[in-house]
């Protein structure tokens, strides 16, 4: 198996034994390929994001010099299984083979399912070595560094929930430290240690990780936040519940307050009809992507498949979904302030609304529609970008007639729905089993209500 860490180091191995990639350049594209396994990239793109300041010539020759010195370090160690190759190339192309056998650190941490056991959730926060491909300072690892920490942190967040939730204070207090150890300034680490220790009884413990938590935040010119303070003075005291069924209870109350979906989706006064199976593709897509842009020209139904989309999409999303619609704002910069008002988000006195929103949304698990982005594209990519790196159980379903263009963005395009034959004889049955006849008949219905069709109009 190949093995690729990209927290903390850049290190590939082939059954623990290490591959050379030596090349920075090749490393880097190597990373963004494995980052976006299976999806396919056009070569210019790659040439051009990876080697902005060459000519296009010289950009292509260095990506086809990267390419050959990925290949002669991966592929030979696994020669053995050449049917399924790692990297997948044309004239056109270029991508990660999401078949090939391999194992990627930072696909473990984001994989882990929001119900995972205390093990698996240990088993995989053990992989992380630190940051995102240290050293690297392009722009689209800046962006993917941002959304890795903020799932790791997610992540370890529920982790140290849960073994106070148990009461396993020995673990809080080690998986506590290490989050410490990484760097940060966690908060939610300081409190868990705070009620590890006020659990065990050593008070003296509590101040003491209180007045770290202090001196650290003062680092960054921030005091404790008030839920930190409140637990110290509480504990301090000795007032409260014991902390395990004080966190038991804080999650029921939370549990109960988000059991009600939230939904803006519009209703449609006409039915659907057809595109059971494009549905499908969509619901694939999503499942796989939090990006995922539905583009086709105007009236080729991109906006009545996203609404069945979001309504079929309520009940997996643990916040709902909240729809978007951009079709009468001409101001870009008001994007933060039409979601805001969707998802009945106040504005903070002396704060940007999308800070506002970063906050909000931060541990949501909800599905955000954006609908009619075209006229705004640069502000709509400006917009998902900043909200999917901060936010990591967000998802976003964009409609548009042109990508947004960002990293890690899955693109569908929209088909029209089938026309018959216009060579040919079709009888009326076979007729209506076309979903665009089939629509026809009822648009027609609503304007003339006696409308059928019969095999005379059928010929017209």
């Known amino acids: 198996m190949l093995d690729i ?28 390929l494995i980052l976006t396994a299976g999806t396919a990239h056009r070569r210019e793109k790659l040439a051009g994001m990876l080697w902005p300041d060459s000519t296009e010539e010289g950009a292509r020759d260095y990506l086809r010099h990267a390419l050959w010195k990925i290949r002669k370090a991966v592929e030979p160690p696994a020669s053995k299984n050449k049917s399924v190759p790692f990297i997948l190339a044309d004239d056109i192309q270029v991508s990660f083979n999401p078949e090939s056998i391999h194992s990627l650190d930072v696909a473990v941490i984001k994989n882990i399912g929001d119900n995972a056991s205390t093990k698996d959730l240990m088993d995989a926060l053990l992989l992380y070595g630190g940051e995102l491909l240290p050293g690297f300072y392009e722009d689209w690892v800046l962006l993917e560094r941002e959304h890795v920490h903020s799932v790791f942190e997610n992540k370890m967040a529920r982790l140290l929930s849960l073994l106070q939730e148990d009461g396993h204070w020995l673990d809080v207090l080690n998986w506590g430290e290490k989050w410490i150890s990484l760097g940060q300034k966690p908060e939610p680490a300081y409190r868990a240690l705070m009620n590890a220790h ?13 007045e770290r938590c202090v001196k650290s935040l003062k680092e960054f010119g921030v005091e404790p936040s008030e839920q930190t303070v409140k637990l110290y003075e ?13 966190l038991k209870e804080q999650k029921q109350a939370q549990v109960k307050k988000e059991a009600g979906l939230r939904s803006s989706i519009p209703v ?7 595109r059971e199976k494009e549905l499908k593709d969509i619901a694939k897509l999503l499942s796989a992507s939090r990006l995922l842009t539905m583009i086709g020209p105007g009236g ?25 619609e951009l079709v009468g704002l001409q101001d870009g910069s008001l994007i ?33 529609v954006l609908d009619n982005c075209e006229h705004l594209i640069e502000a709509c990519a400006q917009t998902v970008e900043g909200l999917l790196a901060a936010c990591p159980k967000l998802k976003i379903l964009a409609t548009s007639r042109e990508r947004l263009d960002l990293f890690n963005e899955t ?19 076979q007729l209506k089993e076309f979903a665009s006849i089939e629509l026809f008949v009822e648009r027609a219905g609503n304007v003339k209500s006696d409308f059928t069709l019969t095999e005379q109009n059928a010929l017209s």
């Open 300 to 324: 080729v139904g991109k906006t009545r498949l996203a609404i069945r989309t979001a309504h079929d999409s309520i009940k997996r999303f643990k916040d709902g979904v909240c729809w978007v």
């Open 234 to 246: 509480g504990l301090k005291v000795g007032q409260g519940i014991p902390p395990a069924s004080l």
């Open 198 to 210: 006020a659990a065990k009884g050593d008070m003296s413990k509590v101040a003491a990780v209180y």
């Open 268 to 274: 449609p006064l006409t039915s659907f009809i057809g």
């Open 411 to 429: 693109t569908w395009n929209v088909p029209s729905l089938p026309l018959p034959e216009m060579q040919g004889s079709l009888s009326l049955k």
């Open 336 to 368: 933060p302030h039409e979601i805001a008002q969707a998802l009945d988000v106040h504005e903070v006195s002396n704060q940007p609304m999308m800070k506002t929103l970063k906050i909000h949304l931060r541990s949501k698990g909800l599905l955000l």
């Open 5 to 32: 860490r990209l927290l903390g180091k850049f290190e590939v191995k082939w059954d623990g034994k290490n591959v050379s990639i030596s090349s920075r350049p090749a490393q880097g594209l190597f990373a963004y």
